[in-house]
């Protein structure tokens, strides 16, 4: 069974960083076929992708969030972890990671299955 | 960047009623289109890919169609499970980017 869970703050300051960490089980992060993205949602509003990273390591960003954001992986840990800087209110969201597929050429597409999100407020 | 509009925002039907939700893409995104379901307080699940492709262990009720720019799901007789917000998604091209979904709710 393929399950992915994220964890991490549940309150971080303005301007604070942070770092969330999702951990995955049921498959491998060196399988060529998949990837795992970062996917938030803001309180009752619609999803936006954030980034994904592939097993040979190749790493895609959010455009207007790119400055903003790392993406790194510890296949031996099955840990996919993400940072983002300078973090503020309108950063408040459930954070998601998800597998990604990924096909023969490595293109990415659909995200499926999810984990259960985490809920990250930003305030003072 | 791909904009994806959804329609209706909200669609009031009753149990047994037929659902069709409309997706469309603001440039062609070939059949590279998938559909999630949304529950309050969970995340979401993949109903469909490939614009037409049923996800593993998802209903035959649910179907989807169109290609380019104009996409459809469909729930044929609605259940009470199927109440629940409706996301579409395109990943022809990257970023990839979601519509701001259909809420789909008892009449």
């Known amino acids: 069974q393929v399950t992915l869970k994220e964890s991490g703050p549940v309150l971080v300051k303005p301007t604070e960083t942070l770092t969330l960490t999702c951990t995955v089980s049921g498959f491998s992060l060196s399988n060529a076929r998949m990837g795992v993205s970062w996917i938030r949602q803001p309180p009752g509003k619609a999803l936006e992708w954030l980034a994904h990273?592939?097993?040979?390591?190749?790493?895609s960003y959010s455009t207007s969030l790119k400055s903003r954001l790392t993406i790194s992986k510890d296949t031996s840990k099955s840990q996919v972890v993400l940072t983002m800087t300078n973090m503020d209110p309108v950063d408040t969201a459930t954070y998601y990671c998800?597998?990604?597929?990924?096909?023969?050429?490595?293109?990415?597409?659909?995200?499926?299955?999810w984990g259960q999100g985490t809920l990250v407020t930003v305030s003072s | 960047e791909i904009v994806m509009t959804q329609s209706p925002a909200t669609l009031s039907v009753s149990p047994g009623e037929r659902a069709t939700l409309s997706c469309r893409a603001s440039q062609s995104v070939s059949s590279n289109l998938a559909w999630y379901q949304q529950k309050p307080g969970q995340a979401p699940r993949l109903l469909i890919y490939?614009?037409?492709t049923r996800a593993t262990g998802i209903p035959a009720r649910f179907s989807g169609s169109g290609s380019g720019t104009e996409f459809t799901l469909t729930i044929s007789s609605l259940q009470s499970e199927d109440f629940a917000v409706y996301y579409c998604?395109?990943?022809?091209?990257?970023?990839?980017?979601f519509g701001q979904g259909t809420k789909v709710e008892i009449k």
């Open positions: 998800a597998r990604i597929h990924v096909t023969i050429f490595g293109v990415p597409n659909w995200f499926d299955p």
């Open positions: 490939g614009a037409s």
């Open positions: 990273i592939f097993s040979n390591d190749e790493k």
């Open positions: 998604q395109q990943y022809n091209n990257w970023p990839s980017t």
